[in-house]
């Protein structure tokens, strides 16, 4: 244990938080970047905890970034939300689009939220459980840097484009699923590079377009999506929310606007539907029950386990226990508390 | 060519109509579905042609499929539209949803479309191209009969459900995929039951949770999804979407209420969104302008298709070449005219 250290909650918070603070972001952004990167270190997912903190203070290398950007919030159409990040990163503008969302898909019964010109380098699962946790179903999409082929193809163009789906659930955290469209994530292939081991085939392929199990070939190359043409399909279609729809910019495009930090400029778009409108008698009481017979029946079948329950198991012990990190990642981050 | 027989796609309508009127559907279900039916033979998705009337007919054995159904259509939200199916056929409902949906969506920026009751045995690219062509992208997701397993479980429980994706497209008819959450479709297992050939690995596994090659073993096993777990996601996603959300039956439910015909009840959700009510400016040309763009980039790498490009190549065929049908088929379809 003597390569790692033990933080509490609040102690990942105020580090993250001093971390950004010391290199100039804003209170407002350090702390809502600082939130979600606690939330991920709170549920064990530690590729986005303290980790991520280096590549939100190494994003400031692109000019464009403003760490210190006030979202406006606006309405487009009775049912359509629009942030303007203004440059500055995803998690204050989520934020501060999370209430009016809710509260039209509460009024109209299903509502959505465009936000633009943000840089999203964190998961998508936090903001759309701070959604359902209203009692809504929730849809997340946004578009990343061009790391896969289309299908058939055999050249990068999209990214590796996460879909997150919630549900509402009664007495428990909502279902969340937070899923990229391509196999891996590009960092297991990364860790794979590091300690010299191959790849599975099916990951990636090569700049020749042929299947690959060399990580550094596969990093030149083009990473696969899940389940083939269908993943690829759904790439595809996180492109045109994301992009096309929002009027922000493709992967294809961030990527000619990114200086080599690796954050995406960007849009992403959200869909939230209140179940008790989705319904002829308005009970959702009802709704989430039915749900509930579902989720029940799933666990009844050994060796299954709901997509959020790794999350959430973590959740119960972290609070009262803490986490680790490891030594260098703190001392890298202590080290940025100093360097302004 | 004996064996097989030439067919305008106005007689494939009229031979669909004349099938099902003679088998006591309403003119109104009837035109309905033979607009569907018509639809797949001018696209050359043939198991959703006319091979597909003699599911509908016999559907029929069950007592609660109402062949005469009058689908009644309410607002829930000022964003949400209902329809009930009354226990006919999908196809109508859905075509009676269609305009209060897209009035809805134009009207708040987003908006749903719930239904109960329907029986739906056909693909749901007709009903988001119908959306799609209106400018507006959609989604559709609609739950089936329990033929997967839930990631890591071995004993069916979610249905094949598809979850569709429309993009408007100027001077060319949108961008549509319609994809089941399994690999591959029961129908191709059944085929190489038919053939005695065997199944390729990953398609399913037994009733014993093994992975398995024999198609009469898969077919008393479970369908797997395609991604593995991120796959079966999405069909629980579905299976809480056309289920809990509106109200209506998870797969294993519709099973339970299914007398053997094979035809599902349950619900289905859309949702269609106005591009030109999610940016600023509101200028929707620019957005499928900057939409082919990236379709452009996509055809620039050989190899790959859009997902429903090999329809649309057919379809500007079979208008004036016509189709032609097995012998048999047309057969069994005269027949079903004379049986009233």
């Known amino acids: 244990m003597n390569d790692s250290l033990h933080l509490t909650l609040e ?12 290199n100039g972001f804003s209170a407002a952004q350090a702390r809502a970047i ?9 549920d064990l997912c530690t590729s986005h905890g303290l980790f991520r903190i280096a590549f939100y203070v190494n994003a400031l290398n692109n000019p464009d970034v403003d760490p210190t950007a006030v979202p406006v919030v606006s309405e487009l159409a009775p ?25 039209k898909a509460r009024a109209q019964g299903i509502a959505a939220l465009c936000l633009n010109n943000i840089y999203h380098i964190a998961a998508l699962w936090p903001e759309l459980e701070r959604v359902a946790e209203q009692g809504l179903a929730a849809f997340a999409f946004t578009a ?11 050249r990068p163009l999209y990214g590796t484009n996460p879909m997150a789906f919630a549900w509402p659930r009664k007495d428990h955290p909502p279902l969340v699923f937070d899923q990229a469209s391509s196999v891996t994530a590009r960092g297991e292939i990364q860790i794979h590079l590091r ?17 690959t199990t060399d990580p550094e070939t596969a990093l030149k190359g083009a990473q696969l999506p899940f389940g083939g043409h269908k993943g690829a399909a759904i790439a595809l279609m996180v492109e045109l929310l994301a992009g096309a729809l929002v009027g922000d910019l493709f992967s294809y495009e961030a990527a000619a606007k990114d200086t080599g930090t690796g954050a995406p400029l960007g849009g992403e778009f959200l869909i939230a539907i209140d179940p008790g409108r989705c319904v002829r008698d308005g009970d959702r009481e009802k709704q989430l029950a039915h749900a509930e017979q579902l ?10 386990r709901l997509p959020s329950d790794r999350r959430y198991a973590a959740r119960k012990r972290t609070p009262t226990e803490g986490i680790r990190i490891p030594r260098t990642l703190h001392q890298t981050l202590v080290a940025y508390t100093r360097e302004s």
């Open 79 to 103: 049912a359509v939300v629009h942030v303007d990040g203004r440059f500055g990163f995803a998690p204050l503008a989520l934020e501060m689009g999370a209430a009016p969302l809710v509260e």
């Open 34 to 42: 600082a939130d979600t990167v606690t939330a991920a270190e709170r």
């Open 11 to 22: 102690e990942v918070h105020a580090l993250a938080f001093e971390a950004l603070a010391a």
């Open 295 to 304: 989720l029940q029946k799933i666990g009844e079948q050994e060796g299954t």
């Open 144 to 154: 990343a840097l061009p790391y896969m082929a289309p299908a058939g193809g055999t």
């Open 195 to 211: 300690d010299g081991k191959p790849i599975p085939v099916g990951w990636a392929i090569g700049p020749d377009g042929e299947p």
